[in-house]
């Protein structure tokens, strides 16, 4: 699997190259730029959500992951290589998405924003459990994601997105001065919103029966954290990863014991690992979503989707 992921990868780039003159040309000519606005690449959903809103109008935003799609396996096609190329500016989680991280290291320069440098990332065993060696057990080739042990998933914790927001704007701030107040001022705005909803979370999850969360993969390190809950992974970072028949029964064993009413998986993931511990254990299972994309039909954003996200965890733990 991993062979076949990395000549893909070699595909794509090459082919990507080899189309890049063209759309270089095209891009110099001017066809679809806007000279009143900032051309943002965003590798993500999270990340566009934070563009668009600190930018507002003065931004094109354009979400290198299409919706529905898994942005961890996300191979750029030759004119999403043409457009961080063009970019001026370039959001992206270094280490999240081998191919984006790529096209920055090949054509980025100075124009890249990694919003790792923001915060230092969590483990990623925190929030919960340790695998008992499949932690560390992503296996040698999934240092692409966990970035040697840390977790991205960053924006499950609403502060720390708005901290992310604020850096944007200064980002933004330097790459067009003249409207730098107005970034700062929809960064604050941006933060207000995600205040709110951490006093939301905060509150909402203060008293629950239970505070182990049982999940398909430990996508939910930051918000587990933030609001004192167990996370228990079926599987490490790598939502991809088979887990062991003993990793299995493990989590079957925690699941009875911690009375877990509900077993969640996600969005982009299919359900089968989660269906089968829940008929272990005689639960139910849920969907809780980690944000790294919405699914295609989707008509929510951020603050929506985590707002159900809340809802569904009030019901699942028996919060009062």
């Known amino acids: 699997m991993k062979l076949r992921r990395s000549t893909a990868r070699a595909l794509a780039a090459a082919t ?52 529905g799609a898994e942005p961890h396996d996300l191979e750029l096609t030759p004119r999403q290589v043409g457009e961080v190329n063009q970019a001026e500016l370039i959001v992206y989680l270094k280490g999240f998405q081998p191919a984006v991280d790529e096209a920055v290291e090949q054509n980025g320069g100075d124009r890249a924003f990694d919003v790792t440098g923001v915060q230092p990332l969590l483990a990623g065993n925190a929030g ?30 609403p502060t720390r997105l708005a901290t992310v927001g604020d850096r944007l704007a200064e980002r933004l701030g330097r790459v067009d001065p003249d409207r730098a107040a107005d970034y700062t001022a929809r960064a604050g705005a941006l933060r207000a919103e995600l205040e709110t909803l951490d006093a939301e979370f905060t509150a909402g999850l203060r008293t629950c029966q239970r505070r182990e969360l049982v999940v398909s993969h430990t996508a939910f390190g930051y918000l587990a954290e933030r609001y004192r809950l167990d996370q228990v ?39 089968k690992v989660a269906e089968t511990i829940a008929r272990e254990v005689g639960a139910k299972t849920a969907v809780l979503d ?9 008509g929510g954003d951020y603050l929506s989707v985590m707002r159900t996200n809340l809802a569904t965890l009030r019901t699942a733990l028996s919060c009062s």
């Open 128 to 157: 919960g459990h340790d695998h008992e060696g499949e932690e560390a057990g992503h296996g040698g080739g999934e240092a692409r994601e966990d970035g040697g042990g840390k977790d991205p998933h960053l924006w499950l914790d």
């Open 233 to 271: 992974g079926i599987t490490g970072l790598a939502p991809e990863n088979e887990p062991s028949p003993q990793r299995l029964a493990e989590v079957a064993r925690e699941a009875r014991e911690h009375q877990a009413t509900t077993i969640f998986f996600e969005t982009l993931v299919s359900p």
């Open 290 to 298: 980690p944000l790294e994309g919405l699914s295609a039909d989707h």
């Open 16 to 67: 990507a190259l080899i189309a890049l003159g063209t759309l270089t040309a095209c891009a110099e000519d001017g066809a679809g730029a806007d000279p009143q606005r900032v051309d943002v690449a965003a590798a993500f959903y999270p990340l566009q959500f934070v563009a668009e809103r600190v930018g507002g109008d003065a931004v094109r935003v354009t979400n290198l992951t299409k919706p």
